[in-house]
């Protein structure tokens, strides 16, 4: 089954290695939690909100070990009036047996204010 696993963190500064660091470590829990081999994944998309143009996040795959070949791309996040600020968002798109309720989204940082209805049930 393909299965899709959030992610979200945000930064407190439009800083390169900041971006990057926040990234990793987010791609890493995504990761570890969910237990994902990079073989398994399909693609993953990152978006950042407008005020975040310091660098690629994407950046950040290629840092850990085993993911050269993961395709990742990265975009803008619609920019909405009063939305959470200086956020990266993740979607990554994985092949596994576990089932949607399995899955375990990761929010760090602010962004655990985008899924509250998450934490409720951890």
């Known amino acids: 089954m393909i299965r899709g696993i959030?992610?979200?963190?945000?930064?407190?500064?439009?800083?390169?290695?900041?971006?990057v660091q926040a990234t990793?470590?987010?791609?890493?829990?995504?990761?570890?939690?969910?237990?994902?081999d990079p073989e398994t994944i399909a693609s993953v998309m990152i978006s950042v909100t407008s005020d975040l143009?310091?660098?690629?996040?994407?950046?950040a795959l290629r840092l850990i070990d085993g993911w050269k070949y993961v395709p990742v791309m990265c975009m803008p996040e619609i920019?909405?009036?009063?939305s959470l600020p200086k956020c990266i968002r993740v979607m990554m798109t994985v092949n596994t047996t576990k089932s949607q309720k399995e899955i375990e989204h990761i929010y760090l940082n602010d962004a655990v204010k985008l899924r509250p209805d998450l934490l409720e049930e951890q």
């Open 6 to 19: 959030r992610g979200a963190t945000t930064v407190k500064n439009n800083d390169a290695d900041e971006m």
């Open 24 to 36: 990793k470590e987010m791609i890493e829990a995504m990761a570890r939690v969910n237990e994902i």
């Open 53 to 59: 143009n310091a660098t690629f996040p994407a950046k």
């Open 79 to 82: 920019d909405v009036p009063g």
